[in-house]
């Protein structure tokens, strides 16, 4: 959408100026990490090209993602540059001096007319979906008032509390596990290779929904409520009593004969265990849901899902013509009602139709459904400290997972030292590379997860900063009726000088008005396309001031309306005042008794000009 400046703003300030100014520190950090592994690369070239290559590679990584984490900071921080056409409309707008930003916004739409008009119709509200999945439905019954948050924010709890659920569960399913494998009922070789193997599975397992959790987490587009399932749940608990089973078969058929030896070799080769990342996981887990679960209870407690609405239906009989009546609600009574004279919204148009049926009678019909610009509210205030804490933690996350890359940078050039230029030919060695390893794995799956972390706590911080409520009037009018046509005459006395012919219409108008309050959410981001996500309506509210104050307007409007055309301009007054003189001085010229005429002959005179007038019109017909 295009910036579109006006001297009048809407008052809207960057809201993520503080999160941005963590993000710049933060990746300040990681590029100071960067240069001092840059540092030493040439030092590092003199001695071993092998860790001099390895250490440059991940110093280009660090200082690519400390560049960008940067910026991103340093973006939040710039100026935030918002127009006379935010935010986004809740259904296409048809206002014709708005056609630009509609275009525009046509990809963020949440609503219809069809589903604005039935949601004031129907007094309820469609942007509360119900749960898809039966994750998501446990989810919304443990926390009710979940189901009254915008999209972004249930997807963010979804996604959280599944992750959660997930880990409790691969946990049980690894209890399983170890419950078949160390009782024997996997097999002897089962107890020596299985578990090891497992642990690492349920590991890249788990890492791997950490980070297909922080990707689901996010608000761009959210126009559709996501499934959580538990489907994968079942899959796993399933598995962990088969795959042992058949595995313990199958490596019992295999290498059973030679258990002694693999025993041997399991005794004297360090195998890797998953613990440590597994703890560190959960560590990571406990963090983030302490981090964000009070800022979505908080949040929870400020909903207000009212569907609610004002309604105005009456009959009235008035001399006004229909096309008149929605000129005048359109162009005056709700232009009144801009805010800062920005155009209102038009989800559907007037667009009045007149049904003639007979001469000088007919009906007629129009509909409108309208939104006043949207004005800014302090409706959600979530604790600042509580949202700077989770900002802060989610940098501090950043730099940790920076770090651990670096250490893994590090034991990756030794790793390959050692295979490359050293080789690995004897017990010892193999020994020693098998170790080093393992702590390389240890250091990938720890880099994994505290880089997820900071991924979802950047991601929610960002959501929480984001989200801005706004306040508008929402109407619907429809109005129907019957007209009729006559004739009212002025001044058709034989001494008259001026004459007023008058086709009066008589309206029966019946007017249904539903109007409401409505309070609605986007969240913002930061760049161009600041506020162009989608907008939720969060709750509609009675106003019957301001519809009574509307209906005083129409009705003001229509005694007010004049029937019979007079003269109000000064000089054309004089004028019909001069040949009303000289009419009066014509009729007075003769004023001897025998020039004068009889009022009987004057009325004669006056029926033969008419009658004569009459023919007149039918000859020329």
Not at 202 to 217: D, E, F, Q, R
Request: proline share 3%; hydrophobic share 45%; net charge neutral.
């Amino acid at each position: 959408m295009a910036y579109d400046f006006g001297s009048q703003t809407l008052g809207i300030a960057n809201p993520f100026k503080k999160e941005g100014l963590f993000r710049a520190v933060g990746g300040g950090l990681v590029l100071a990490l960067a240069i001092y592994a840059v540092a030493g690369v040439p030092d590092l070239f003199a001695e071993n090209k092998v860790r001099g290559y390895t250490l440059l590679g991940v110093a280009f990584v660090l200082i690519v993602s400390g560049i960008k984490h940067c910026a991103v900071g340093i973006l939040q921080l710039m100026r935030f540059f918002v127009g006379r056409t935010v935010p986004t409309s809740l259904a296409y707008n048809h206002s014709v001096s708005e056609q630009d930003a509609a275009q525009a916004e046509k990809k963020s739409l949440l609503y219809s007319k069809e589903s604005l008009h039935a949601m004031l119709m129907g007094r309820r509200n469609t942007t509360f979906e119900e749960p898809r999945g039966w994750l998501a439905r446990l989810v919304h019954s443990v926390l009710p008032k979940l189901t009254f948050l915008p999209f972004p924010l249930r997807h963010l709890s979804q996604e959280i509390i599944a992750m959660a659920v997930t880990f409790l569960v691969a946990l049980l399913a690894f209890a399983i596990v170890y419950f078949l494998v160390s009782n024997g009922l996997a097999g002897e070789v089962a107890k020596v290779l299985v578990m090891p193997l497992l642990s690492i599975l349920l590991l890249v397992y788990l890492i791997a929904n950490w980070g297909s959790t922080a990707k689901g987490i996010h608000n761009e587009g959210n126009s559709q409520l996501a499934k959580a399932s538990s489907l994968s749940l079942g899959v796993i608990i399933g598995l962990a009593i088969v795959v042992p089973l058949g595995a313990g078969v199958f490596l019992d058929e295999l290498v059973g004969r030679d258990i002694d030896k693999v025993q041997a070799w399991a005794n004297t080769f360090p195998l890797f265990s998953a613990w440590a990342n597994l703890a560190l996981l959960l560590v990571c887990v406990i963090a983030v849901m302490a981090l964000i679960m009070p800022l979505l209870y908080k949040r929870m407690g400020q909903v207000t899902p009212k569907t609610e609405v004002s309604e105005f239906r009456a009959n009235m009989q008035e001399s006004v013509h229909p096309n008149e009546i929605f000129i005048n609600i359109e162009n005056i009574v709700l232009a009144n009602r801009r805010y800062r004279e920005v155009p209102n919204r038009i989800y559907a148009d007037f667009d009045p139709r007149l049904k003639e049926q007979a001469e000088g009678k007919g009906s007629f019909e129009g509909e409108l459904l309208i939104e006043t610009q949207p004005t800014l509210t302090d409706g959600v205030t979530l604790p600042e400290k509580k949202k700077m804490a989770l900002t802060a933690v989610a940098q501090v996350a950043v730099v940790a997972a920076a770090i651990l890359f670096y250490v893994g940078g590090l034991q990756l050039a030794e790793v390959l030292d050692l295979v490359i230029r050293q080789g690995v030919n004897t017990d010892a060695q193999i020994n020693t590379a098998i170790t080093m390893g393992n702590n390389l794995i240890w250091l990938i799956f720890a880099w994994l997860t505290v880089r997820g972390a900071a991924n979802v706590m950047n991601k929610a911080s960002h959501m929480f900063w984001g989200e801005m409520t706004f306040s508008s009037l929402l109407m619907f009018m429809k109005t129907e009726g019957t007209y009729t046509e006559s004739r009212v005459s002025t001044g058709m006395a034989i001494h008259d000088s001026t004459r007023s012919e008058n086709v009066v219409v008589r309206s029966s108008i019946t007017p249904w008005i539903i109007t409401s309050r409505i309070n609605t959410s986007i969240f913002a981001t930061s760049g161009m396309n600041n506020l162009e996500s989608p907008r939720f309506i969060m709750g509609m509210n009675k106003n019957d001031t301001e519809l009574g104050e509307i209906v005083t307007e129409i009705k003001a409007f229509l005694r007010g309306r004049e029937t019979i055309a007079s003269i109000t301009n000064e000089a054309d007054l004089a004028n019909a005042g001069t040949i009303h003189q000289v009419n009066q001085q014509t009729r007075s010229h003769n004023d001897t008794p025998q020039s004068k005429i009889t009022l009987e002959q004057e009325e004669d005179a006056a029926g033969f000009l008419r009658n004569n007038a009459d023919k007149e019109d039918e000859n020329k017909s």
